[in-house]
């Protein structure tokens, strides 16, 4: 490919909608261009990314046993309506009806259709396992479409199923996808770590996030500094602290004037802060209260409360004249007194205070000496972990303290169990004769999030620094003056040996100033930057550049293409 005719019109100048680095640098390379809000073109150069991710992606899948389909982007709504799901994922689907008023979907992924097509077709336990996989646009009808193609309405995913005849099975086709995974992002040459993780509106029992580090990421990752203990904030596990013992005091109500705020109390009865029991209140979306108990020095997981509450979707904080009607006082809340059938959740920390304070559910009043043991109706409670993770707190499986970090979440992988198989009626028969329902898995890989996932973690100043194997050229050979016969001449003849080489090579031949050229091949991120100027012509001498490190290193004409065959080698 020769510069002069490819569609890459790069900017030097930032997009004021572009919020983060991979969105900016994309726009500025010429890779992407909005349609609309979480809608974008790729162009040349961005589509030459894509397909690069796309290919090592088929690679492994198939290197795994997956077999590869299509299916409709279109879906019928019956299929959601059988697996409960229609009314369930909420607005982030895109529904339409066609001219018949018959309801359809665009496909924000594919358990339903990927359900329907094998209960028609897998019959017995000897035609599994199987597993099958496309690369396709998915849909989801984001409310705040942002961040480029992290948070975007249409999207490339891979999405892999899995059908076996039992969990131990199922097990077997997860690690093989877990294992695929793990190549496929070591083979990008990107950072990441795999992390539990919760399954979400997915569903199933046993998930890991594929989680490529970044500043720039959503996701924060709690992990252990000895074990190799990792999960997503939503998922880490938290035993419930020990505590010194102390003697149990009397119960008694205090008068705290205005002290609405874990701050104000702990100022106004001079105490620390894992000394209260601080409430939380929310609404869920089935108009249900619950109530969240933590120590006041902890915050509350939103995932593990709605995990808790079956059929429920969303949290929404709670109207102040709901939690009046359960016997709360907003400000000054707590367990003690609450009418029993309301949702009282205490994370299992709070169990181990001694002598604390919590609201009496009347204003400007706390008791004190508050012993949970002693003093909650544990019949009425459910005690578990509700608080999220945070720097320094032990890893529950070595006690070791966990550091925290952030990341992209660019795969997923799911045991879905027979979530998916038992409500649309996908069985087979097992070795006995007896119909059974399929042991599913699910595994997602989100294409453009990758992609933008790798330029989030790698760029500088002046661009994007590629991985050779997702770069959209490894090589580019750039002619200093394109207007000079000899300099063109020389640099198409190096050029062409890069070709011959079996190196993906790209020939900058426009004529433009050579400071033009080389800002771009810096935006763009080639790896490797092959310069043919003067010295090349008179003396044979020709200067490779390498985008992640600066180094610049000059090389016979004779030594050249081994040096730059070496050089790839490393990146």
């Known amino acids: 490919m020769r510069a002069s005719n490819l569609y890459a019109p790069t900017l030097r100048n930032t997009p004021a909608e572009a919020e983060i680095v991979s969105h900016q640098l994309m726009y500025r390379a010429g890779m992407i261009r909005k349609v609309a809000g979480g809608m974008y073109t790729f162009l040349p150069l961005g589509w030459r990314v894509i397909r690069k991710i796309e290919q090592i992606i088929r690679e492994e899948m198939d290197a795994a046993g997956g077999q590869e389909v299509m299916m409709p982007i279109l879906q019928p709504g019956e299929l959601w309506q059988e697996s409960g799901r229609w009314a369930a994922y909420g607005a982030e689907m895109m529904r339409i009806k066609d001219r018949h008023g018959r309801d359809f979907c665009l496909g924000p992924t594919h358990e339903e259709m990927i359900t329907d097509l094998v209960r028609d077709e897998l019959h017995s336990y000897k035609q599994l396992p199987v597993m099958l996989y496309q690369i396709q646009d998915k849909f989801r009808d984001e409310r705040r479409p942002r961040f480029g193609l992290m948070r975007s309405r249409e999207f490339i995913m891979k999405d892999l199923y899995s059908f076996d005849k039992d969990p131990d099975g199922m097990m077997v086709s997860y690690q093989k996808m877990y294992d695929a995974y793990s190549k496929i992002y070591t083979r990008m040459g990107l950072t990441f770590r795999a992390v539990e993780a919760d399954s979400g509106a997915i569903g199933g029992g046993h998930s890991h996030e594929f989680t490529v580090l970044a500043d720039a990421g959503e996701s924060n990752i709690a992990y252990c500094t000895q ?77 593990k409360v709605l995990n808790h509450v079956e059929g429920a979707l969303e949290l929404r904080m709670a109207d102040e004249d709901v939690i009046r009607a359960a016997g709360g006082c907003p400000g000054f809340m707590g367990p003690i007194g609450i ?72 795969g997923q992988v799911f045991a879905l169990g027979t979530k998916y198989s038992a409500a649309m009626g996908a069985t087979f028969l097992n070795e006995q004769g007896k119909e059974q329902p399929l042991w599913m898995g699910c595994y997602g890989i989100g294409v453009g999030r990758t992609m933008a996932a790798a330029i989030e973690q790698s760029n500088d100043k002046d661009g994007i620094v590629w991985p050779r194997a997702i770069a959209p050229f490894e090589v580019v050979v750039a002619v200093v003056n394109a207007k000079k016969d000899d300099q063109l ?83």
């Not at 880490?236 to 205005?258: I, M, Y």
């Not at 508050?370 to 909650?376: A, H």
């Not at 890069?498 to 810096?522: I, S």
């Open 227 to 303: 074990c190799e203990y990792a999960a997503s904030d939503e998922k880490a596990e938290l035993k419930p602290e020990a505590t010194a013992d102390e003697a149990a005091q009397p119960l008694e109500k205090v008068a705290t004037p205005g002290t609405n705020t874990i701050e104000s109390l702990c100022n106004f009865l001079h105490i620390p802060a894992d000394k209260t029991i601080k409430a939380v209140a929310y609404e869920t979306d089935q108009d249900e209260l619950v109530l969240v108990f933590i120590r006041g020095d902890h915050d509350v997981n939103e995932t």
């Open 339 to 410: 009418q029993k059938g309301t949702h009282v959740f205490v994370d299992a920390s709070v169990m181990n205070v001694h002598n604390g304070v919590t609201g009496a559910n009347e204003k400007d009043v706390h008791y004190k000496n508050v012993n949970p043991q002693r003093d909650f109706d544990t019949d009425a409670i459910v005690v578990d972990d509700f608080r999220m993770v945070k720097e320094g707190d032990p890893c529950p499986h070595c006690g070791a303290p966990m550091k925290m970090t952030r990341g992209i979440e660019a």
């Open 489 to 571: 001449a020389y640099g198409e003849a190096v050029y062409k040996e890069c070709q011959a080489a079996g190196l993906d090579t790209l020939l900058d031949d426009r004529k433009e100033r050579a400071g033009v050229k080389f800002k771009d091949c810096d935006l763009i991120g080639y790896p490797l930057r092959v310069t043919i100027g003067p010295k090349a012509v008179e003396e044979g001498t020709i200067e490779i550049k390498v985008r992640k490190t600066g180094e610049v290193i000059m090389c016979s004409r004779a030594e050249y293409l081994a040096k730059v065959q070496e050089l790839l080698e490393t990146l």
